[in-house]
């Protein structure tokens, strides 16, 4: 069972820098993948990776801001946010497919982290 364990996170005002992280428990040859959460709200894809080679995908609201990254010596994915609007306030989650194999919807992902608050003021 792969463990996924995030850090990151806080409050920052419009047009800050974040950086969240996700360690995996094991080293996973997987695809990982970020998603957002607002109040009342459904979870929504942000990014996601192949562990293998890297191939990145985004949403639309967040192409050019956000990047997605791996680190295989750590089994560690990151979530470079700059540029950040205070519709990205959410609790952000990292996930795990069981195949390396990137994919949009989170009902496609099989382990999650905890999650981590992000809010941006304006």
């Known amino acids: 069972q792969v463990q996924l364990v995030q850090s990151g996170g806080g409050l920052v005002q419009a047009g800050d820098s974040l950086r969240l992280s996700c360690a995996a428990s094991e080293r996973t040859l997987n695809a990982m993948g970020w998603f957002r959460q607002a109040p009342g709200k459904e979870r929504k894809f942000v990014a996601t990776?192949?562990?293998?080679?890297?191939?990145?995908y985004y949403a639309d609201s967040v192409k050019g801001r956000f990047t997605i990254s791996r680190d295989s010596d750590k089994s560690t994915v990151y979530l470079q946010m700059n540029s950040l609007k205070p519709e990205d306030t959410a609790v952000y989650y990292c996930?795990?497919?069981?195949?390396?194999?990137?994919?949009?919807?989170?009902?496609?992902?099989?382990?999650w982290g905890q999650g981590t608050e992000v809010t941006v003021s304006s």
């Open positions: 990776t192949t562990w293998s080679d890297g191939r990145s």
């Open positions: 996930a795990a497919r069981l195949i390396d194999r990137p994919t949009r919807p989170p009902q496609s992902y099989d382990y």
